[in-house]
């Protein structure tokens, strides 16, 4: 073997290794895929859904509040699947920020009763949409009335190991993470985070890598859902949620914010059913979801 083969061999057996250390060093992000219970379009059992959201290549789901207890029970342990969260059945019906004593008291019993179903499926958290700016509930009344509701249940969630993680929607209400980390902050309860849903801040105020870096450490589940930059029509119509990586999210953006917080755990895809019509459908959804991981 002369000399300058040699070298050329050496250099190149170099690269390799330094490219292959890179690699071992470089961090896999540890997410989990899940996906929210009402946004999977097949039709049938707990069961059967449980099944083919397994086949698909979910890791979890996130049930809803009140189902049936023993049914979601014996689908998670035949399926193997796992229990990403629970999702509040009442907040959206009977809001905390209702003006009326009796409504809030069905909400805070939902929110309860989702909190129970949570320790009985090994879940840790609850997603809740806090409360309504709307229909005549001012955005100052909605933030009081449900901060009010929701420490009567800090008790529950303390003893059941259960966080109560506040969701961002369309509601009205906490349109900032300024005012997001102002609402966690008048709680003030480590047993009260935030469910960060990130395809929901797309439409309006700031984009979601903007939100990450403030609610930090309190983010204690994310939503993974795409937007689209689309105005609405004349009708005021916004446009169908598009598949994941066919809208206007900046993922590798949103990892990197997650990722520089020091986030784990469960990503839960909350898309349209159609896309996780069947099998076939949830794997492409699921296989998009590993593509966004992976940015």
Known sequence: MNRRFFLK????????TAFASSALAAP?????????????????????KFRAMRAAGFEGVEPMGAMNRE??????????????????????VKPLSAPD???????LDGL???????????????????GVARAGVTYLQCFERSIVEIKKAIPVAKDLGVKIAIENVGNDFILTPEQ???????????????HFDIGNVGRRGPAAEKWIPLLGKR???????????????????????????????????VMAALDKVGYSGWAISEQPGLQAA????????????DRIIAS
């Open 219 to 253: 983010i204690s589940r994310i939503h993974v859902k795409d937007y689209s930059a689309q105005p609405p029509d004349a009708a005021g119509q916004a446009a169908a949620r598009p598949k994941l990586l066919d809208g206007a999210t900046n993922w590798p953006a």
């Open 71 to 92: 049914e979601v029970v014996a689908a998670l342990n035949e399926t193997g699947l796992k229990a990403a969260s629970v999702c509040c059945h009442t907040h959206w």
């Open 180 to 194: 997001a980390v102002d609402y966690l902050d008048a709680i003030n309860s480590e047993w009260v985070g935030w």
């Open 28 to 48: 896999k992000r540890a997410l989990r895929k899940a996906i929210m219970y009402s946004t999977i379009g097949v039709k049938g059992t707990v069961l059967k």
């Open 9 to 16: 061999i050496s250099a190149g057996a170099a690269a390799a």
């Open 112 to 130: 309860v009763h989702s909190l129970h179903d949570a320790h009985a499926y090994g879940a840790t958290s609850v997603l809740l949409v806090p």
């Open 101 to 107: 004593e009796a409504t809030r008291k069905i909400g």
């Open 278 to 289: 069947d099998v076939e459908t949830a794997r492409d959804l699921a296989q998009r979801m």
